[in-house]
């Protein structure tokens, strides 16, 4: 009889022993009876036979994970603080039943259309040269043009890359681009495939015919064999970040394959991050293709849609041309505010105002998914004089479209774009003019080409600017860069911020470099990349409970070395889906630092969130 230690896919436990009388490889994906319920599991290690009885594995399968697999999930399962099981629930197995059929194949030599300046070349020749490297290149300045060669010379060895991207970022005219170019050797992976889609992208991936792989932070985890080149575009997104257990960055995760895999790393961005900027040797690729130039008009002014921003769209449309209305906000406005007595109303099972959707005639909190109608007087004081705050995507579209009745006016977020072909059809409609205005959140900056647009309106930079995020001046200056940059490829654009802060902005504009020399300066001594940060969030329906858990650890931590309790208590949001929600926030300089103390002061409601990103 042999026995196994299994991990249980998906689960917190931690692995259990099984028999079996086959012989059964390591890595290989079983099913085990686990309390009546049968479940699936990962055989890691055979072992001597315990002092207690065991249960048989039920059935092996043709899957596996392979040895960098488990070395991967050890890694983020430590590092990331949670079980190995969640760790391999991330992760798709290799299949034995595939034999990489085209591994053998000749490869035919791709006929490139691809001509790279001479600026791109030297940086080519620079991300070559550094295993792990950051190409800092305008919006525009031909960074894709710079990976397609690289997956070129990729495919050319005989190797395989993959291209991560921000879900947000798969554009229909990215995956055109890459399936014009190298046909059937792309492979697109993102959360909109279909059943079908998905077994047909894998089939490809197992037989060996798919030579790049793009995707969200999932792509990371495929099975892909033979592995030459991981690129992260648009690195400094917030997207990488997981918000569910395991709490992974992907760039960082990639960072960390490149060493396990041995392959050449490739983070790129118009705005990096602080942290690669600083971490990483980069290429500074100025300038776009786009001779076109941007003029920077000012507002000082509340988030509105003002007599001047009117004027300008009634101006553009006036010479046919085109326009986007870029609100860090969706729903219609953020909260709804009593004008006599101030409450703002609020979920019943969260603690934060919820937003209204006038398309559903609803209230709806963006936490939980509560919705409910809207009320017409406050719950509070009875008074009917309920007012909004803050401008969103749908009441922007409802007062641009009064006011210019025969313009073509879309809404462009996640509201109105629930689909991939939504997204598609939408973008066919700008670009052949059948819309006029584009109004919509963080997804009007992700790697679209509009071509016709000569009026880019800011709104919100002030709100992001003001968050209460470390990283806020970073975030509210990166999504007006990016927004900008959407403007002005074909002709002359205005770009019109909505800002009491044109100092800042206009400081770094175009100096994005001065800006990161700058904050390094703020950060030093107290925050990434020279700090590590961690997180540790308490949450029960039992509010007694949550905050008792979170002051025993704060007791054992205090004891740790080499750590500091920066602070702790109610969350910002202090209650969501009715669990009270109580912090600790904690710092080091390294972030082993905090792992070991972590794993010795750990409780039973603790989530750990390493290197966090969300502060609400």
């Known amino acids: 009889m042999n026995f196994y230690n299994i991990s249980l896919i998906g689960s917190p436990l931690e692995p259990f022993t099984y028999n079996s009388s086959e012989e059964i490889n390591i890595g290989t994906k079983v099913s085990v009876n686990v309390r009546n319920r049968t479940v699936y599991g990962v055989l890691l290690s055979k072992i001597d036979e315990p002092e207690f009885k065991t249960l048989e594995i039920l059935e092996h399968s043709d899957s596996i994970y392979s040895k960098k697999q488990i070395e991967l999930a050890k890694f983020i399962s430590t590092y990331y603080v949670c079980s190995l099981g969640e760790a391999l629930g991330i992760m798709t197995p290799f299949s034995t039943s595939h034999n990489n059929s085209n591994i053998n194949n000749i490869i035919e030599p791709l006929d490139s259309k691809i001509e790279l300046s001479k600026k791109q070349e030297d940086a080519l020749v620079y991300l070559k040269d550094h295993k792990t490297s950051l190409l800092f290149g305008d919006t525009g300045s031909g960074k894709t043009e710079i990976y397609m060669k690289y997956f070129e010379e990729m495919i050319a060895s005989e190797k395989c890359s993959i291209f991560l991207m921000p879900e947000i970022s798969l554009t229909p005219q990215m995956s055109q681009r890459l399936e014009e170019h190298f046909g059937e050797s792309v492979v697109m992976w993102h959360s909109k495939l279909t059943p079908l889609q998905k077994r047909k992208a894998l089939e490809k991936i197992y037989d060996g015919s798919a030579k790049i792989v793009a995707g969200p932070r999932s792509t990371l985890f495929l099975p892909i064999n033979d592995l030459g080149l991981i690129v992260v575009d648009e690195e400094h997104d917030d997207s990488y970040k997981s918000s569910s257990r395991p709490r992974y960055n992907a760039r960082d995760i990639a960072i960390y394959m490149g060493k396990l895999y041995d392959v050449p790393v490739v983070l790129g961005s ?116 309920l007012v909004s705050s803050r401008l969103g995507t749908a009441e922007a579209v409802k007062v641009i479209s009064e006011e ?213």
């Open 270 to 385: 118009a705005t990096p991050s602080l942290n690669s900027f600083t971490k990483f040797p980069y290429f500074r690729l100025k300038g776009g293709f786009f001779s076109a130039n941007r003029e920077f008009i000012y507002e000082k002014s509340a988030e509105a849609l003002s007599p001047l921003i009117l004027q300008n769209l009634k101006s553009t449309l006036e010479a046919k041309d085109q326009a986007i209305v870029f609100l860090p906000t969706r729903a219609n406005f953020k909260y709804l505010i009593c004008q006599d007595c101030g409450h703002t109303t609020q979920c019943v099972f969260c603690s934060i105002g919820m937003s209204i959707h006038q398309k559903s005639r609803a209230l709806k909190c963006h936490y939980c998914n509560y919705t409910q109608a809207i009320p017409q007087v406050c719950s509070e004081c009875r008074s009917p004089s």
């Open 404 to 616: 210019f009745a025969d313009a073509n006016i879309e809404q462009f977020d996640r509201d109105a774009i629930t689909t991939a072909s939504k997204l598609k059809k939408a973008l066919e409609r700008f670009n052949s003019h059948e819309t006029d205005i584009l109004i919509g959140t963080q997804m009007l900056s992700k790697g679209h080409d509009y071509h016709g647009v000569t009026l880019a309106v800011v709104l919100g930079m002030d709100n992001m600017l003001n968050m209460s995020d470390y990283r806020a001046r970073e975030k509210a200056l990166s999504s007006l860069i990016q927004v900008s940059g959407r403007s002005g490829r074909a002709k002359n654009a205005k770009v019109l911020v909505q800002s009491f802060n044109e100092e800042f902005f206009s400081a770094y504009m175009n100096n994005y470099e001065d800006f990161l020399e700058e904050e390094k300066i703020y950060r030093q001594d107290l925050y990434p990349p020279y700090k590590k940060l961690c997180r540790v969030l308490f949450s029960h329906k039992n509010g007694a409970k949550a905050q008792e858990q979170m002051r025993k650890m704060q007791e054992l931590l205090s004891r740790e070395p080499n750590i500091e309790v920066v602070g702790s208590g109610k969350c910002a949001v202090e209650r969501i889906a009715n669990k009270y929600r109580f912090e600790i926030l904690l710092r080091s300089d390294k972030s082993t630092d905090l792992i070991k103390a972590i794993s010795r002061c750990k409780v039973d409601l603790a989530e750990v969130d390493m290197d966090p990103i969300e502060f609400a």
